[in-house]
């Protein structure tokens, strides 16, 4: 048994998202504090940062890039910038969800108001550029291009998956199937919370030699796993996570638990359920919490969070399979030992949260 599998397992998962998670959120407070914000907004746009979050996409593409022989100082610079753009994005998710929790306490727009939220999330999704480029300067040409190129394609198709969703709530949620469910994680989640960090991690640690193909795949099935986490954590874990319990129920938004539930309820639970989510449901005249406690009792009844949660465990299978291809060729380290292990341990709340 070697050293890495010998120390694989949720203490190893832990440690280094907490090791990850300190480094990148340190560099991330410098490079605001170096970048001359006024107090009032400097304010703002470390106030997502500031709050507890386990950090795992600056830890993927750190792991990676270990993994692929690089050393932090190589990759840190990106995973700030990534970071940065995930406070962005969960700034204005908010905003657009009317999200009243995030990270334990309130939602930056809920404490702010939304035009304060607004110039905070641009700030930040601004700041992101700053690390970047300074370390694609010192990169050799083709390289620094092909770092650039990454985060173009993070961020395009981040904004994309999250135009789609938004059209998806105003269509006919029955018509949705379970490929369109990951054809909408892809877009939203899986391009900038595990594909690109890891693609980028590969890059970056093995001076562009490293294939990324097989390492998208492996970064798809990552995402799915933690988004449909996600979804199913919102249903069934409450105040403690320090989320905005139930919320997907009213944004309406298409989970794969929603989608199941529309799919194969009998008619009078489906017509009971598109009564309650969403805006409309608004106009049954019930208290949020009721309409919450209304859609998951269908759910329940129709078994689509077992069901939701048996597709994760499907997805997390495939994401292992496609970790050997992605890893060909590298020895067994602890940061390996790390990527595989996150993969079997993203169950646990702890490890989960964002």
């Not at 832990?14 to 990850?20: K, S, V």
């Not at 949020?288 to 406690?293: F, G, M, N, Y």
Request: hydrophobic share 45%; aromatic share 6%; charged share 25%.
């Amino acid at each position: 048994m070697t050293t890495a599998s010998a120390t694989a397992g949720p203490d190893l998962v832990e440690a280094t998202l907490a090791a990850d998670g300190r480094r990148t959120r340190e560099a991330l407070l410098n490079h605001l504090l170096e970048d001359g914000l006024r107090a009032e907004l400097h304010e703002l746009v470390a106030d997502y940062p500031l709050r507890p979050g386990k950090g795992i996409r600056p830890a993927l593409c750190l792991a990676t890039c270990r993994a692929y022989g690089g050393r932090n100082e190589d990759a840190l610079p990106a995973a700030v910038a990534i970071e940065l753009l995930h406070n962005a994005f969960l700034v204005h998710d908010d905003i657009c969800d009317d999200a009243r929790l995030r990270r334990g306490a309130e939602a930056l727009h809920v404490r702010h108001g939304i035009p304060r939220a607004l110039s905070a999330g641009d700030a930040l999704a601004w700041a992101a550029l700053g690390p970047l480029l300074d370390h694609a300067a010192a990169l050799r040409p083709q390289l620094a291009f092909d770092l650039l190129a990454e985060f173009d394609h993070l961020a395009r198709r981040t904004i994309e998956g999250h135009a789609l969703e938004l059209d998806w709530r105003e269509r006919d949620l029955t018509g949705l199937d379970f490929d369109d469910y990951l054809r909408l994680v892809l877009g939203k989640t899986c391009w900038y919370s595990a594909i690109h960090p890891c693609r980028v991690g590969a890059l970056l640690g093995s001076g562009g030699r490293a294939d990324l193909d097989p390492i998208a795949r492996f970064g798809f099935f990552v995402g799915a796993v933690l988004q449909i986490r996600d979804d199913v954590e919102n249903l069934t874990e409450r105040s403690d996570s320090g989320k905005d319990f139930g919320s997907d129920i009213i944004e309406g938004k298409p989970t794969l638990m929603l989608i199941h539930l529309l799919r194969t309820a009998p008619r009078a639970a489906r017509d009971e359920a598109l009564r309650l989510v969403g805006p409309a449901g608004e106009r049954s005249g019930l208290a949020r919490e009721e309409r919450i406690e209304g859609v998951i009792a269908l759910m329940e009844d129709s078994g689509s969070i077992d069901h939701a949660c048996a597709y994760g465990d499907g997805i997390a299978g495939a994401a292992l399979a496609e970790f050997t291809p992605a890893m060909a060729g590298l020895p067994e380290t602890r940061d390996k030992a790390f990527l595989r292990s996150l993969l079997l341990h993203l169950g646990d709340p702890a490890i989960r949260g964002r």
